[in-house]
């Protein structure tokens, strides 16, 4: 069964980083596309950014582009999201997941990590 953790959420100030971390189990991390979600408090889960099983393309949300970068590393069975200039509007439980194709779809991601909390104080 595929797991995935995710890590490297926290508390930081608007304008500062954070670089999360999801690490997934077995041997077929490679096979997989992956992505980050995010959920607030009082809202509905929704894309941040995907990245394609080789990295030859990527997906953001408009909210996050130009600040967060998607990147993974297979051979460490690792998935980053690596977030400048953070808002508070940020703030959320983020996600990582995976999927049997490249698409910002949830809808197509069949495992997900159980999050990790990012807050974004203004």
């Known amino acids: 069964q595929v797991q995935l953790v995710e890590s490297g959420g926290g508390l930081v100030q608007a304008g500062g980083s954070l670089r999360l971390s999801c690490t997934v189990s077995g041997r077929t991390f490679g096979g997989y596309t992956m992505g980050w979600f995010r959920q607030a408090p009082g809202k509905e889960r929704g894309f941040v950014a995907d990245?394609?099983?080789?990295?030859?393309?990527?997906d953001y949300a408009d909210s996050v582009k130009g600040r967060f970068r998607i990147s993974r590393d297979n051979a460490k069975n690792t998935l980053y999201l690596q977030m400048d200039s953070l808002k508070p509007e940020d703030t959320a439980v983020y996600y990582c997941?995976?999927?049997?194709?490249?698409?910002?779809?949830?809808?197509?991601?069949?495992?997900w990590g159980r999050g990790t909390q990012v807050t974004v104080s203004s």
């Open positions: 997941a995976a999927a049997g194709k490249f698409t910002p779809n949830p809808e197509a991601y069949n495992y």
């Open positions: 990245i394609s099983r080789t990295s030859w393309a990527s």
